[in-house]
């Protein structure tokens, strides 16, 4: 099973920008759908974005607009960018292969 690290997360005025990695271990060629994961605290894990093997993306409305996902198969890394953050953004970030495993998340903040 394909090992997940996300990094790249951090503390943000809103308006702001940051941009998210998730390496994998193994080749990510043949997976077909990877995603972006939030937790907000108190709340439930949400759906950020997902790509598929293709390059097909999808967004809830919540940051259509604003994030774009990316893959890098020859790299085996996936990529959210994030801009004009807000506040309500904050939270833990996973990236996750669909079906399959979770990265251990990095931490986005969006504060002023």
């Known amino acids: 099973q394909v090992q997940l690290v996300e990094s790249g997360g951090g503390r943000v005025q809103p308006g702001g920008s940051l941009r998210l990695s998730c390496a994998a271990s193994?080749?990510?060629?043949?997976?077909?759908?990877m995603g972006w994961y939030r937790q907000a605290p108190g709340k439930q894990r949400e759906w950020v974005a997902t790509?598929?093997?293709?390059?097909?993306?999808n967004y809830p409305d919540s940051v259509k607009g604003r994030f774009t996902i990316s893959r890098d198969n020859a790299k085996n890394t996936v990529y959210l960018q994030m801009n004009s953050l807000k506040p309500e953004d904050t939270g833990v970030y996973y990236c996750?292969?669909?079906?399959?495993?979770w990265g251990q998340g990095t931490q986005v903040t969006v504060s002023s």
């Open positions: 790509i598929t093997s293709s390059g097909t993306t």
């Open positions: 193994g080749s990510i060629s043949r997976i077909g759908v």
């Open positions: 996750k292969v669909i079906p399959g495993s």
